[in-house]
T-cell receptor, first 113, second 112 residues
């Protein structure tokens, strides 16, 4: 069983740039959620995708957007990067159904200079 | 407002010294409470899901319990390889499936 994989593992950008992060969900999982984890904090929910549509969103501005593809893989796009966007971005996949546990990838470490 | 508070922030134990981590929560209708383990530079690793007060789950040296206001993660005779940050998360009623609300975690260090 293949777990959740994310790419790239590390990324350095400057303020104002745009970034795309990628996630392949665990085999058999059709739901993908994205989280932002600042240093020393717990992950914060950004949004979730199910059947290629956004299915819930946290308190993040519209410059955070996403996509889900027919093979259930997903992208997180962030425009107009700010210094505060520096964080670990985590992708989690789960099976359909309420309360199913989410399984996380190892994340993309994004640094904004 | 739904929130999760974990305590202590950090815990240092000697190998074999049992202890408990606490997760207090305030949510509008609990759908599930989740425990994860996170190693440095890695994503959270799923440990347990608890759904209702009185429920208990066990895995090796770990045991999770749930009441209406809090959950405990009991660690029995820990080993150095149990050193990690333990995260607690809740899924509230009315939220989307993805909307897990996490605490800040408890950083556990086990010395040989």
């Amino acid at each position: 069983e293949t777990g959740v994989t994310q790419s790239p593992t590390h990324l350095i950008k400057t303020r104002g740039q745009q970034v795309t992060l990628r996630c392949s969900s665990q085999s058999g999982h059709n739901t993908v959620s994205w989280y932002q984890q600042a240093l020393g904090q717990g992950p914060q929910f950004i949004f979730q995708y199910y059947r290629e549509e956004e299915n819930g969103r946290g308190n993040f501005p519209p410059r955070f957007s996403g996509l889900q593809f027919p093979n259930y893989s997903s992208e997180l796009n962030v425009n107009a990067l700010e210094l505060d966007d520096s964080a670990l971005y985590l992708c989690a996949s789960s099976d359909t159904g309420s309360n199913q546990p989410q399984h996380f990838g190892d994340g993309t470490r994004l640094s904004i200079l | 407002e739904d929130q999760v508070t974990q305590s202590p922030e950090a815990l240092r134990l000697q190998e074999g010294e049992s202890s408990s981590l606490n997760c207090s929560y305030t949510v509008s209708g609990l759908r599930g409470l989740f425990w994860y383990r996170q190693d440095p530079g890695k994503g959270p690793e799923f440990l347990f899901t608890l759904y209702s007060a009185g429920e208990e789950k066990e895995k090796e040296r770990l045991k999770a319990t749930l009441t209406k206001k809090e959950s405990f993660l009991h660690i029995t005779a820990p080993k150095p390889e149990d050193s990690a940050t333990y995260l607690c998360a809740v899924q509230a009623g009315g939220g989307s499936q993805g909307n897990l609300i996490f605490g800040k975690g408890t950083k556990l260090s086990v010395k040989p």
